[in-house]
């Protein structure tokens, strides 16, 4: 059974720093990439950022850039996404997935693109 599993969100003040994980599970992903979402309420889901898992490419949404990475522990099968100075904008539910494209493939960039999705965890910004 495939899983992603996130975890590390929460409630932190603005400009602070919060690290996401995503924990794949259930079978092979080093033909995927990881991507992470970010959904506020009322709004549609965005991609946040992108990572091929045997290439390490990426691909960083121009809102995030400067301020957020993503990462790979291999032995773990976990992807971290770091996210420093945090802005009250930031605030939503981030969602990991798996993808059969590339990171910089148009189609890891939106959600239909997508097989595998985990539950999401909350991060909120205080202002």
């Known amino acids: 059974q495939v899983q992603l599993v996130e975890s590390g969100g929460g409630l932190v003040q603005a400009g602070g720093s919060l690290r996401l994980s995503c924990a794949a599970s259930g079978r092979t992903f080093i033909h995927y990439a990881i991507g992470w979402f970010r959904q506020a309420p009322g709004k549609e889901r965005d991609i946040v950022v992108t990572i091929s898992w045997n290439d390490r490419r990426t691909y960083y949404a121009d809102s995030v850039k400067g301020r957020f990475t993503i990462s790979t522990d291999n032995a773990n099968s976990t992807v971290y996404l770091q996210m420093n100075s945090l802005k009250p904008e930031d605030t939503a539910v981030y969602y990991c997935?798996?993808?059969?494209?590339?990171?910089?493939?148009?189609?890891?960039?939106?959600?239909?693109?997508?097989?595998?999705w985990g539950q999401g965890t909350q991060v909120t910004i205080s202002s």
């Open positions: 997935a798996a993808t059969p494209y590339s990171a910089w493939s148009p189609l890891a960039l939106n959600p239909e693109g997508y097989d595998y």
